[in-house]
């Protein structure tokens, strides 16, 4: 077991010159040797979990099968707090007890990076003047001084957080090959391929779940006189909120850079191939799927990323948000009452009665060409009527219907015929703030239906559970 502040343990890094890779030749300037899990103290239970599900389900395998001269990777949970005995004792007595586990790697580094309170900080709704370092200043550090920790210890490392998993056994050795396959890189990762829209000047950053070749004394070079530099200065000068993986592509999508003659613009284009992309890593832990809009599943995502070895993002076991070929969503209600398969109630006299879910097409998405229908009917009194909507990702309203009890069914008038591909919509029924009076109003017999345009549909009857 490796004692904190012993920085020469673990294998010395290689600088061998490039040379074709393939699975009987281990390139050394390609070499993974690590899996490094950033964390803060609350998440020490998910850790714990993690190597337990690597134990029992999903066994990390050899890294480098055939080649027993070749070191394990090494495993690092790096906290970014000061040194914490508890901490220490509970994870080394779980890698002891995790036989598939010691097998895979070499040893288990447990490394608290004691960040001072300044640059040890997370704010997500700030408020004021920001801080010195910016309002993400604790991701930003913690990774900066995991992967320093790392620069004598491997070539290649996986940047793996609490919320990553594995999606099938021995996931070592593809992200070994991914290694092997880039020995230039000096990021391999992938973008936000998820559901939820992104703003265009973030949309194509690579996550922070990545490999990484802190081996590289170029890499640190640029990373040390480049970006850390340029990023603290924007942090304190037009966004405390910049994440460090975002930084390379805020730092390219400057309007300043649209002159081709930039000094920055020179440089860069000399280094755009070191920051790669693979298919081995797939983020998906966008606002939609967090938030519960969106779910996967890991057929889904091997169905759809074929290459797939590691995911960043909810991954969820259960099939019950699958109703056909339509999913459904997590609900937000205010003012129901009761509600049953095709039916809701809301409250006499609640100030805000609403219902919104999504709906989706696993893996497939909604394709142009595609119809969406909504019926239903309404029990209320004459002054009372329900507004029902779709919008898309973004919050954009694609298409409403007022529903009235005169009305008994909407059909056809909540119709929209789809001209554009979409990853999930919403669904959102409300009874409107200007009613005259509170009064009884029941949704029922609600039908969300999709056609594709050649005969077949797909309707959806218990949208309400």
Same mark, same amino acid.
């Not at 070499?106 to 300044?118: K, Q, T």
């Given at each position: 077991?490796?004692?904190?502040?012993?920085?020469?343990?673990?294998?010395?890094?290689?600088?061998?010159?490039?040379?074709?890779?393939?699975?009987?030749?281990?390139? #050394?300037?390609? &070499?993974?040797?690590? *899996?490094? @899990?950033p964390?803060?103290? $609350?998440?020490?239970?998910?850790? /714990? =979990?993690?190597?337990?599900?690597w134990?029992?389900?999903?066994?990390?395998?050899?890294?480098?099968?055939?080649?027993?001269?070749?070191?394990?990777?090494?495993?690092?949970?790096?906290?970014?707090?000061?040194?914490?005995?508890?901490?220490?004792?509970?994870?080394?007595?779980?890698?002891?007890?995790?036989?598939?586990?010691q097998?895979?790697?070499?040893?288990?580094?447990?490394?608290?990076?004691?960040?001072?309170?300044?640059?040890?900080?997370?704010?997500?709704?700030?408020?004021?003047?920001?801080?010195?370092?910016?309002?993400?200043?604790?991701?930003?550090?913690?990774?900066?001084?995991?992967?320093?920790?790392?620069?004598?210890?491997? #070539?290649?490392? &996986?940047?793996?957080? *609490?919320? @990553?998993?594995?999606?099938? $056994?021995?996931?070592?050795?593809? /992200? =070994?090959?991914t290694?092997?396959?880039?020995?230039?890189?000096?990021?391999?990762?992938?973008?936000?391929?998820?559901?939820?829209?992104?703003?265009?000047?973030?949309?194509?950053?690579?996550?922070?779940?990545?490999?990484?070749?802190v081996?590289?004394?170029?890499?640190?070079?640029?990373?040390?006189?480049?970006?850390?530099?340029?990023?603290?200065?924007?942090?304190?000068?037009?966004?405390?909120?910049?994440?460090?993986?975002?930084?390379?592509?805020?730092?390219?999508?400057?309007?300043?850079?649209?002159?081709?003659?930039?000094?920055?613009?020179?440089?860069?284009?000399?280094?755009?191939?070191?920051?790669?992309?693979?298919?081995?890593?797939?983020?998906?832990?966008?606002?939609?799927?967090?938030?519960?809009w969106?779910?996967?599943?890991?057929?889904?995502? /091997?169905?759809?990323?074929?290459?797939?070895?590691?995911?960043?993002?909810?991954?969820?076991?259960?099939?019950?948000?699958?109703r056909?070929?339509?999913?459904?969503?997590?609900?937000e209600s205010?003012?129901?009452?009761?509600?049953?398969?095709n039916?809701?109630?809301?409250?006499?006299?609640?100030?805000?009665?609403?219902?919104?879910?999504?709906?989706?097409?696993?893996?497939?998405?909604?394709?142009?060409?595609?119809?969406?229908?909504?019926?239903?009917?309404?029990?209320?009194?004459?002054?009372?009527?329900?507004?029902?909507?779709?919008?898309?990702?973004s919050?954009?309203?694609?298409?409403?219907?007022?529903?009235?009890p005169?009305?008994?069914?909407?059909?056809?008038?909540?119709?929209?015929?789809?001209?554009?591909?979409?990853?999930?919509l919403?669904?959102?029924?409300?009874?409107?703030?200007?009613?005259?009076?509170?009064?009884?109003?029941?949704?029922?017999?609600?039908?969300?239906?999709?056609?594709?345009?050649?005969?077949?549909?797909?309707?959806?009857?218990?949208?309400?559970?």
């Amino acid at each position: 077991m490796t004692i904190e502040g012993d920085r020469s343990a673990g294998p010395e890094p290689h600088r061998a010159s490039p040379v074709a890779s393939s699975d009987d030749h281990i390139d #050394q300037d390609g &070499l993974f040797g690590a *899996v490094v @899990c950033p964390l803060i103290r $609350p998440e020490l239970k998910a850790a /714990l =979990a993690n190597m337990e599900l690597w134990e029992h389900k999903l066994p990390p395998g050899e890294a480098f099968p055939g080649h027993p001269d070749l070191p394990r990777p090494l495993l690092v949970f790096s906290f970014n707090c000061g040194e914490d005995a508890d901490i220490r004792a509970q994870l080394t007595d779980t890698f002891r007890r995790c036989r598939n586990v010691q097998a895979a790697f070499s040893d288990l580094i447990v490394h608290f990076c004691d960040l001072p309170p300044e640059k040890d900080l997370y704010i997500r709704k700030p408020k004021g003047r920001a801080p010195k370092f910016g309002n993400k200043s604790g991701p930003n550090w913690q990774f900066y001084e995991s992967m320093r920790m790392m620069r004598d210890k491997a #070539q290649f490392v &996986l940047l793996m957080e *609490v919320d @990553c998993q594995p999606l099938h $056994p021995g996931w070592l050795r593809p /992200l =070994a090959q991914t290694c092997q396959r880039n020995p230039d890189a000096w990021v391999i990762g992938a973008h936000y391929s998820g559901a939820s829209p992104l703003p265009w000047h973030v949309a194509r950053h690579i996550n922070g779940n990545a490999l990484y070749q802190v081996g590289s004394d170029s890499f640190w070079a640029f990373i040390n006189d480049t970006l850390w530099p340029w990023m603290h200065d924007y942090i304190a000068t037009y966004d405390p909120d910049l994440a460090y993986d975002c930084a390379w592509e805020m730092f390219l999508n400057r309007d300043e850079m649209a002159y081709g003659g930039h000094y920055d613009w020179i440089v860069s284009r000399d280094i755009l191939h070191r920051f790669k992309l693979t298919d081995t890593i797939v983020n998906i832990g966008g606002h939609a799927e967090q938030s519960g809009w969106y779910a996967w599943t890991r057929e889904d995502l /091997l169905r759809r990323f074929t290459g797939a070895t590691v995911v960043h993002g909810p991954v969820t076991e259960s099939i019950r948000h699958v109703r056909g070929r339509l999913a459904v969503g997590k609900a937000e209600s205010d003012g129901i009452a009761e509600h049953g398969p095709n039916w809701l109630q809301f409250l006499n006299d609640a100030a805000e009665r609403r219902y919104k879910r999504s709906i989706w097409v696993p893996v497939d998405g909604f394709r142009p060409g595609e119809r969406i229908s909504v019926h239903a009917a309404i029990d209320a009194g004459p002054e009372h009527s329900a507004l029902l909507e779709i919008h898309d990702a973004s919050g954009r309203s694609l298409v409403h219907a007022w529903l009235a009890p005169a009305d008994s069914w909407i059909d056809p008038r909540l119709e929209m015929d789809l001209t554009d591909r979409h990853g999930f919509l919403t669904l959102t029924i409300s009874i409107p703030n200007t009613a005259p009076a509170p009064g009884y109003v029941k949704v029922r017999d609600l039908v969300v239906t999709l056609s594709d345009g050649h005969g077949a549909s797909n309707s959806l009857h218990d949208f309400f559970w």
